[in-house]
């Protein structure tokens, strides 16, 4: 989970410094014309991971990478396990995805014991244990807490009801974006005394498990008017689940999520979905810009934030074109 602690500007400043990446406390990376490069992806079963994936592939030879990719099929254990042929293989940094935050631990920690640099895209670690500037030069992705607060910000504006009942669907158990989403839009719906969440459970940010998930809450919450999913997939299975149980999603249920693939643009524009919080998987470009600033001896921030716009009814056909 990534903590985000307020401090004054003078102590927020020094700690900044003192966890700034340098080189001194990480793993070099010398500065040359081709790398070796590792990115051991979690999986590829939604448009999300598959779309993040061709952003390296299509990176690769503008960013003089040979590029040896993975995928782990949903194993965080084989994750781990694709994160140790790469270091056998020799590979000069490795980019990675951390399936949970817990699992891949040991893949950061035997990384950095084989001198190789580590950058977390995407998602992160536990980072009360591995930490950015440490153990990895630093965490490339999104404020998941940020996300999950803004989809509570729009469901509290655009809430026409007097009471709303949420039925919440979790990403992946133990993952930093199901945390951190889960807790921005908990603690902030929290706020408003017209919602309760009635239910919340994982999905594991799959479109068929979302489907199935709904329906089961359907059943044992027929009052439901909000439904929160973690990520555009498990969202548009709710709206399937919606559907064949004769609910008119959009109408009499709110459909409130976050990642901004085209079927959830689509959904907008039909009328199905309120929102979605963007959270781009495009990640090749800017991990061969931080790769090079490393090289070039530059100090890494711990965490390279990736800014994130919001989908609605008022822009979602202005952007589904360049949506994935
Ligand atoms: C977010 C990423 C999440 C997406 C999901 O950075 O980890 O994983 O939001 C994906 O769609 O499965």
Redesign the pocket.
């Known amino acids: 989970m990534k903590r985000r602690i307020l401090l004054s500007s003078a102590a927020a400043f020094g700690i900044a410094l003192a966890g700034m990446a340098s080189a001194s406390d990480l793993p070099p990376l010398e500065q040359k014309d081709s790398y070796t490069v590792g990115f051991a992806q979690m999986?590829s079963n939604?448009p999300?991971?598959i779309a993040e994936t061709k952003s390296f592939h299509d990176t690769a030879e503008s960013c003089g990478w040979n590029l040896i990719a993975t995928d782990a099929a949903g194993s965080a254990a084989k994750q781990v396990a694709d994160v140790d042929s790469m270091i056998a293989q020799g590979i000069d940094v490795l980019f990675l995805?951390p399936r949970e935050e817990k699992p891949l631990l040991p893949a950061v920690m035997k990384a950095r014991a084989a001198g190789i640099p580590t950058f977390l895209v995407?998602?992160s670690v536990d980072e009360s244990v591995a930490k950015p500037g440490e153990h990895f030069v630093s965490f490339l992705?999104?404020d998941?807490i940020d996300q999950g607060e803004r989809a509570a910000d729009w469901l509290a504006a655009n809430f026409k009801g007097e009471k709303g009942v949420i039925v919440e669907l979790e990403?992946?158990t133990g993952?930093?974006?199901a945390n951190d989403r889960k807790k921005g839009f908990d603690d902030r719906i929290a706020q408003d005394d017209r919602f309760e969440i009635v239910a919340s459970q994982t999905g594991d940010?799959a479109r068929d498990l979302g489907r199935q998930v709904m329906e089961t809450l359907l059943q044992a919450h027929p009052d439901v008017n909000v439904v929160y999913a973690?990520?555009?997939?498990m969202a548009i299975g709710a709206i399937q689940a919606l559907e064949l149980a004769g609910r008119k999603p959009g109408e009499d249920i709110l459909v409130v999520s976050?990642?901004g693939t085209r079927d959830a643009l689509q959904a907008i524009i039909d009328g199905k979905m309120g929102v979605t919080v963007e959270?781009s998987?495009f990640f090749g470009p800017l991990a061969c810009e931080v790769m090079k600033r490393y090289a070039a001896g530059e100090e890494i921030e711990p965490w390279v934030q990736v800014k994130d716009r919001i989908f609605t009814a008022d822009n979602a056909a202005d952007h589904i074109d360049e949506a994935y």
């Open positions: 999986e939604n999300w991971r995805p995407d998602r992705g999104s998941f990403g992946t993952s930093s974006p940010f973690h990520n555009d997939e976050i990642d959270s998987p």
